[in-house]
C-alpha cells in the first residue's frame, strides 16, 4: 500500500513541480481574464443569485425614489420597513422614470442616476429579489427633456435631440455611468431597450413619418418591420412587445425567433389629437395599459387581445391599473381616487379626497401618478408632503398614509 | 511501515500548499494542477455527502458558497476551468443548478466523469400547483431528492461507485469504509426521523409552506404538502383578508397552526394571521436548498435534517 504510494509521488512530485512552474506562468497570462470575479460572472448570460454587497431577500423590495424640482429634495421611501433615506439634491428635474432599480431625473446638469437599491431577477420560473445600499450611480451628459429607458443589460438615453447614447447597466451597478455607445440617426421618441435590442422609431428626413428601426445593443441596425408611427408619443413594455402611441392608434413591435414584427392596434375611429392615448402607464409586467383619453375618460389598452376600451370617468388626474381583473385606478379632479370596472365602465369604489390643494393647477407633468405593483397602488400628494398606500382589491382601503418633509412631486417605484 | 506513508503524506502537503500559495500570489485560483485526485460537486449538500464518502483520499472542491441558492449560483471562469479538469464532477441535476448545468456538460464532452445524482436515485415528478407543487413545472422532475434521506444513502452508495471507477489513486478499500460508515449514520438519521414524526397526529401531518422541495420528504414520511403565498413585505404593514387568503385557506384545509415558510418579517407574518385566525400561529423557517456556513445550525447534511425535523415535530405537536 505505502509503496504505490510512495511511488506515485517520487513520480509526482516533479511533475508537480513542472506544473507549478508552468501554473505560475499561464496564470500571469490570464490574468485579464480571471482576477476580476466580477466580470467573469457577469459574462454568463444571466446574472447569478449571489451578488456582491447585495442581500437577498424573500419576497419584492419595493422602494419609491421621491423628488421635488423646486427644493431638489430627493428621497428614497423603503415600503418594506416605511424610513425614508435622503439622498443629495436634484433640482428642477423635467422627469422620473425607472428600469426598476435605477431612478432617472434629468435636469439641467445632467441626468442623475440613483441605484435605488432595490431590485428584482427574473430566472423565467423563479425570481430572486435583492436589497442594498441606496447610493449615487454618476450623471448621464443628456439634460431636460432626456428620455431613459432601461432593460437588464443596457440603459438608453433619447436627448431632446433625438440623438440616442447607450449605457451598460452592469457599469451603473458599480456604481459609475461608464462610457456610451451612441446610437446612428435622429429619434422621434425613447429608444426603447428590448429582447436584447433597441426598438426606435426614426425620421429618414426632417418631415418624414418615423418608422421603426430596429438595432442590436452594439448599435448596428437589423431587420426593421416596415411600418410607421404617425405623431409619436408614449411608449411602454410590456411581455407582449413594446408599444408605441402614434395618431391613429397603437403600434405594437415583438420579438419572435430573433424576428421583430409590428401589428397595428387602431381607434376605431379617428380621434381629435387631445383624446389619443399619448403617455402609458401600467403595471411592470402586465398587459393592460392605461392613458388619458381627454379630460373625462380613460384609454384602456388590452395588449393581448389588442383592444382599446374608453372608460368614462370624471376628470382626469392621473390613471393606472393592476390589470388582471384588477380595477381601473384614477385619479379625478375632486382629489379622490376612483376604481372603475374595466370591462363595463361602471364605477366601483372611491376613495375620500386624498389630495391637498388643487389639483386642477398642477400642470406640466409634475401632477400626481399612481404606480401599481402586484399587490399595491401608491398616490403621491405633493402638497400634502405625503404618499397614500392603496389596497386596490380591498374597495381602494388606504391601508398606510406616508408623511414626508418634502413636496414629492415626482414618484417612481423601484424593487422589480 | 508507517514513517514512509507519513512522510509522503507530508511531502504531499507542502506541494500542495507550495502550489496553494503560489496561485495564491498570482491572484488566481488555480487549483488545478494539484498532483491529488479532484472531485468537484456543484451544490453544497452533496458536497458534504460526497465529503464523507471520498474522506482524505481526493480533493472534493464544492462549487456552491454556503447559504446560496443552488437554482442561481454561477461560477467563476476559474471555478469553470477546475470543473473540466476534475477526475469526477457530482452534480445534483434534474435542472436544479441552472447556471452551472452547461459547464458540467461542457467537461462531460471533454472526457470528464460525471455523475448525476437526482437522475439516479428514482426521482418525482413536481405535483400539481393544486396539490402543493410549483405553478409551471407539474410533471417535470423534482431536482430536490435530498429531503428524503433513504435516497441519500442510495446517492451516497452511488457516489462511492463512481469515485472507485474514475477517480485514479484513491484506496477503494477506503472509500468503501467511509462509505459504510456513512451509510449506517444515514440509516441512524432515517430511524431518528421517523420516530420524531411519529409523535405528531396522523391528520397534522401537514407542511403549509412556500417551498418546493419537500416533496420527497413528503413522500417518505407520509406529510401533505400545502402550497400557499407568503404574503409581501408591502402587505404585511397593512394586510386585507384577501392578502393572507392563500395561507388561511391553506391552514385551514390542513388544520394546522403552523407555518413553514422563508418570510422577511416572520413575527410580522405570525401577527396578522393570528389576527386573522384567532389563536396561536408560529411561522417556523426551515432550511431547504442550502447547508449554512459553519455553526449556521445546518453546516452538514446531518445536521440540516436533524434541524428541519425537530422544528416540523415541535411545530406540529405543540399549541
Not at chain 1, 485579464?32 to 446574472?47: H, R
Not at chain 1, 443569485?49 to 437577498?56: I, L, T
Not at chain 2, 461560477?75 to 458540467?104: C, I, K, M, P, Y
Request: with cysteine; proline share 5%.
Amino acid at each position: 500500500m505505502s509503496l504505490s504510494v510512495r511511488r506515485n509521488v517520487t513520480a509526482g512530485a516533479p511533475a508537480a513541480l513542472v506544473a507549478l512552474a508552468l501554473l505560475t506562468a499561464g496564470c500571469a497570462g490570464q490574468d485579464d481574464d480571471t482576477s476580476s470575479p466580477q466580470g467573469s460572472s457577469t459574462a454568463s448570460a444571466t446574472p447569478h443569485g449571489y451578488v456582491e454587497g447585495a442581500q437577498e431577500a424573500a419576497e419584492q423590495q419595493s422602494r419609491l425614489v421621491l423628488n421635488d424640482p423646486v427644493t431638489g429634495d430627493t428621497r428614497t421611501l423603503d415600503l418594506i420597513t416605511g424610513r425614508t433615506h435622503e439622498t443629495s439634491r436634484t433640482a428642477g428635474a423635467t422627469d422620473l422614470t425607472t428600469d426598476g432599480r435605477f431612478g432617472y431625473l434629468p435636469a439641467e446638469d445632467g441626468t442623475r442616476v440613483l441605484d435605488t437599491g432595490a431590485w428584482t431577477v427574473d430566472h423565467g420560473d423563479h425570481v430572486h429579489y435583492y436589497r442594498a445600499a441606496i447610493r449615487d450611480a454618476g450623471t448621464f451628459p443628456a439634460g431636460p427633456g432626456a428620455r431613459v429607458r432601461g432593460d437588464a443589460a443596457v440603459t438608453a438615453v433619447t436627448g431632446e435631440d433625438g440623438r440616442a447614447a447607450v449605457y451598460r447597466r452592469a457599469d451603473l451597478e458599480q456604481g459609475r455611468v461608464g462610457s456610451p455607445r451612441t446610437l446612428p440617426g435622429t429619434h422621434a421618441g425613447a429608444v426603447v431597450p428590448y429582447a436584447e435590442h433597441l426598438l426606435t422609431l426614426t425620421r429618414d428626413g426632417r418631415n418624414g413619418t418615423p418608422k421603426v428601426a430596429v438595432y442590436d445593443r452594439a448599435g448596428g441596425r437589423v431587420t426593421s418591420p416596415d411600418a410607421t408611427c404617425e405623431d409619436p408619443a408614449g411608449d411602454a413594455v410590456t411581455r407582449r412587445g413594446v408599444v408605441f402611441g402614434c395618431a391613429d392608434g397603437a403600434l405594437l413591435v415583438r420579438e419572435d425567433d430573433g424576428h421583430f414584427t409590428a401589428e397595428r392596434i387602431p381607434y376605431d375611429r379617428g380621434l381629435p389629437a387631445g383624446e389619443r392615448a399619448s403617455s402609458f402607464r401600467h403595471r411592470a409586467g402586465s398587459d393592460t395599459l392605461t392613458a388619458p383619453a381627454g379630460d373625462r375618460a380613460v384609454w384602456v389598452l388590452d395588449v393581448t387581445e389588442r383592444t382599446w376600451t374608453r372608460v368614462e370617468t370624471g376628470p382626469v388626474v392621473a390613471a393606472n391599473t393592476a390589470g388582471e381583473g384588477s380595477p381601473l385606478l384614477v385619479l379625478e379632479t375632486d382629489g379622490a381616487l376612483h376604481g372603475y370596472d374595466i370591462a363595463t365602465g361602471e364605477p366601483v369604489a372611491r376613495t375620500g379626497r386624498l389630495l391637498t390643494g388643487d389639483p386642477g393647477a398642477v400642470t406640466g407633468g409634475h401632477g400626481p401618478v399612481i404606480e401599481v405593483d402586484r399587490s399595491r397602488a401608491y398616490l403621491n400628494d405633493p402638497e400634502g408632503s405625503r404618499v397614500h398606500e392603496i389596497d386596490y382589491n380591498d374597495g381602494l382601503r388606504v391601508a398606510r398614509t406616508f408623511d414626508l418633509d418634502m413636496k414629492p412631486a415626482l414618484m417612481v417605484e423601484t424593487g422589480r | 511501515m508507517t514513517t514512509p506513508k507519513r512522510t509522503v503524506l507530508r511531502l504531499r502537503r507542502l506541494l500542495a500548499a507550495l502550489i496553494t500559495l503560489a496561485c495564491a500570489s498570482t491572484a488566481t485560483a488555480c487549483a488545478s494542477g494539484d498532483e491529488r485526485p479532484q472531485v468537484v460537486v456543484t451544490t453544497n449538500i452533496l458536497g458534504d455527502v460526497t465529503r464523507e464518502v471520498v474522506g482524505d483520499q481526493a480533493d472534493v472542491t464544492v462549487l456552491m458558497e454556503p447559504g446560496a441558492d443552488p437554482h442561481s449560483f454561477g461560477l467563476s471562469a476559474v471555478q469553470a476551468a477546475e470543473l473540466e479538469q476534475a477526475d469526477l464532477v457530482v452534480f445534483n441535476g434534474l435542472g436544479l443548478e441552472e447556471n452551472v448545468l452547461r459547464h458540467v456538460e461542457a467537461a462531460h464532452e471533454a472526457g470528464v466523469a460525471t455523475f448525476e445524482a437526482g437522475e439516479a436515485v428514482d426521482p418525482l415528478t413536481f405535483r400539481k400547483q393544486a396539490d402543493g407543487g410549483p405553478e409551471e413545472e407539474a410533471g417535470q422532475p423534482d431536482p430536490h431528492f435530498w429531503t428524503d434521506p433513504d435516497r441519500v444513502r442510495r446517492a451516497a452508495g452511488l457516489i462511492a461507485g463512481q469515485v472507485i471507477a474514475h477517480v485514479d489513486g484513491v484506496d477503494e478499500e477506503a472509500v468503501r469504509d467511509n462509505a459504510e460508515r456513512y451509510d449506517a449514520q444515514l440509516a441512524r438519521l432515517t430511524a431518528w426521523m421517523e420516530k420524531s414524526f411519529d409523535r405528531i397526529p396522523e391528520n397534522r401531518r401537514a407542511l403549509v409552506t412556500n417551498h418546493h422541495v419537500f416533496g420527497y420528504l413528503a413522500d417518505r414520511f407520509g406529510f401533505r404538502v400545502i402550497g400557499a403565498v407568503i404574503p409581501s413585505g408591502t402587505t404585511l404593514a397593512s394586510p386585507s383578508s384577501s392578502d393572507l387568503r392563500s395561507l388561511t385557506e391553506a391552514m385551514r384545509e390542513a388544520g394546522v397552526r403552523t407555518v413553514f415558510a422563508d418570510s422577511s418579517r416572520p413575527t410580522r407574518l405570525a401577527e396578522v394571521l393570528r389576527t386573522e385566525l384567532g389563536g396561536e400561529v408560529r411561522v417556523v423557517e426551515l432550511h431547504s436548498e442550502s447547508l449554512t456556513g459553519k455553526g449556521g445550525g445546518a453546516d452538514t447534511y446531518l445536521r440540516m435534517m436533524r434541524a428541519n425535523t425537530e422544528a416540523m415535530t415541535a411545530g406540529l405537536t405543540t399549541g
